[in-house]
């Protein structure tokens, strides 16, 4: 772990209250490198530690780390939230157990190399989702994607925190027995959340509080426990699921689709329900692989761990779910709600202990994921949209108390429609990658202009694009959600017709292929800008990349350790004055 200096930071606080100006001072982040050299005669920040390319230091992710972090978040997939589980999904498409988990083998590979693909241009050139947004979308455009993760990363954030509040839940139970069941309950049965959970949800949320000091390159070790801590409970509650059960799966997993033209969508259906569950962390690759310590190390280890991971998680899950479910007589999938139908029926000392264990291992493994998906691509995102003020720690606070503050228990316990919309949300997402894929492998040959990416002015020749926006890209996006988006709608409510209906069941999968698909030919008749340079200079696969940057006005931006250099003309390779970073 990193030397805080907390002394050092304590102090500046102190001064920070001052004076005004010193208070300027302590929540203004300071400019940097590319800030300096970047965009002349301009008065906007563009740049800042968290845009800039993360430093050779901070590139600290081995493919090893890659490995247990992906293993990690792939073992929680019993299940997935509050919304959604495999288990449940699959039994209301009406597949079998075997079916289900074909199914959800196939959407997982496919998930893993849309991963594989989406994480190259952050390991490669160390920046994350914004500032690759910027170099597809625009300098402008970046915004609406950037936003757009940003307000879903908040309500999912919110999500995680209640599902990790069910196992808080499970744990003051096993300590304090009916001392916490019995809690009296003083909040209105319309809020949807008793005095006990609530108890239990802010607890959770506190239990995030020190996880928002830290950047992901920092987090490894803790990354490390998670994937090692959830292993014995998932292993763990299936085996006490089959022996009590003598593995009697019963009818709920019998297949009630017909063969017939229809079975090919319901599969389908399945494949992309199953791709539903990762579609954020797609997305989200960019934040995590740019600590890489290597161009391919986040690549290879998460297309063999996550597939592998998922499947075996959920089939788990699937097949323990079901035979409690056939003997017991419930109809339950969430590992919180079986934990504490255990509890129900064999309350002792022991199974209080066992029940303890494992869902603490669940609880940490919630609180890994959500650190992951949701508190650190918001750090991300604040940083494009305030740059003068956020840095991720800061936007990582931030969203803490914002989840907090949208009540996300009120959401789940009376909005069907808006969580129906959450879980559908993937198409809208699905176009992005897409766009951000083709562009990077079949349309630019991996080659990303740097030093243009923190100009937001008409004199950036690549990235400015159409008044700030990629129009070619806008339109691919358009056009992606625009075939799925009806079914989307029927499915929150609205009449729709059947051919509507089946397109909206591929969802992420027709949003991707369609926007690809239009991106590349657009492009290939309707040329932007960046591309035709890369034409004309003869670059070839990923020649940009280099040790050095070339800023705007011509200053290398040399990288050395944690800071960034500005060196004066690049002939003498001598440092110049230290405008990035710490000694």
Not at 39 to 52: A, F, G, R, V, Y
Not at 88 to 95: A, E, K, N, Q
Not at 304 to 309: F, L, V
Not at 514 to 519: E, Q, T
């Amino acid at each position: 772990m990193p030397n805080f200096r907390v002394a050092e930071k304590v102090e500046a606080v102190r001064n920070g209250f001052t004076s005004r100006r010193a208070f300027v001072d302590l929540v203004t982040v300071k400019d940097t490198a590319l800030d300096e050299h970047g965009h002349p005669n301009s008065s906007k920040t563009w740049s800042n530690e968290d845009l800039d390319p993360t430093p050779p230091e901070k590139r600290t992710w081995r493919w090893w780390n890659f490995v247990t972090f992906y293993l990690g978040i792939a073992m929680g997939n019993w299940t997935r939230n509050a919304l959604c589980s495999f288990g449940s999904t699959m039994v209301g498409i009406g597949l079998n157990w075997w079916q289900s988990i074909i199914v959800i083998a196939v959407s997982q590979a496919i998930s893993s190399a849309a991963m594989f693909f989406n994480s190259r241009c952050a390991s490669v050139y160390h920046i994350g989702y914004p500032v690759v947004a910027r170099s597809v979308f625009g300098m402008y455009g970046s915004y609406y994607f950037v936003g757009a993760r940003a307000a879903l990363a908040i309500i999912w954030y919110g999500v995680q925190l209640f599902s990790g509040a069910s196992f808080m839940s499970n744990i003051l139970r096993c300590i304090f027995g009916h001392n916490f069941t019995d809690i009296p309950n003083h909040i209105p049965a319309s809020v949807g959340i008793t005095s006990a959970n609530m108890l239990a949800f802010f607890l959770f949320w506190l239990v995030h509080f020190p996880f928002c000091a830290f950047r992901p390159y920092q987090l490894r070790a803790f990354f490390w426990f998670k994937s090692i801590i959830v292993l014995p409970a998932v292993f763990g509650l299936f085996i006490f699921c089959m022996a009590n059960t003598k593995g009697k799966v019963g009818s709920v997993y019998t297949s009630t689709i017909k063969e017939g033209s229809a079975y090919g969508w319901f599969i389908l259906y399945g494949i992309n329900s199953g791709m539903g569950n990762t579609a954020t962390l797609i997305t989200n690759q960019p934040d995590i692989a740019r600590w890489s310590k290597t161009k391919s190390g986040a690549q290879w280890s998460q297309m063999i761990t996550q597939p592998i991971g998922v499947t075996l998680s959920a089939s788990l899950g699937i097949l323990a779910t079901a035979a409690v479910n056939n003997n017991w007589g419930l109809a339950l999938w969430n590992p919180w709600d079986l934990l504490s139908a255990i509890l129900d029926r064999y309350w002792s000392a022991s199974t209080r202990f066992a029940v303890f264990l494992a869902a603490f291992s669940w609880m940490v493994s919630i609180l890994g994921t959500n650190i992951a998906a949701n508190m650190i691509p918001f750090g991300s995102d604040s940083t494009l949209l305030f740059p003068r003020f956020l840095t991720i720690p800061r936007g990582q606070f931030v969203v803490e108390f914002l989840a907090f503050a949208i009540c996300p228990w009120k959401i789940l316990a009376s909005a069907s429609v808006f969580t129906t919309f959450l879980s559908g949300y993937g198409i809208f997402m699905a176009s992005v990658v897409a766009i951000m894929i083709c562009d990077y492998y079949l349309l630019t040959k991996g080659n990303v202009f740097i030093g243009h990416l923190y100009n937001g002015s008409k004199t950036n020749r690549h990235y400015y694009y159409h008044k700030g926006w990629n129009i070619q890209a806008v339109i691919a996006y358009l056009a992606g959600i625009a075939l799925p988006f009806p079914g989307f709608v029927g499915t929150l409510g609205a009449s729709v017709s059947t051919s509507a209906t089946n397109l909206g069941r591929l969802g992420w999968l027709l949003s991707f292929s369609v926007s690809f698909v239009l991106y590349f030919a657009i492009c290939k008749v309707w040329p932007t800008k960046n591309q035709k340079i890369i034409k004309e200079m003869g670059l070839t696969w990923e020649s940009q990349y280099g040790d050095f940057i070339v800023a705007e006005d011509g200053t290398q931006i040399v990288e050395q350790g944690r800071i960034v250099r500005a060196v004066s003309d690049g002939s003498d390779g001598e440092p110049g004055t230290v405008v990035y970073g710490k000694q």
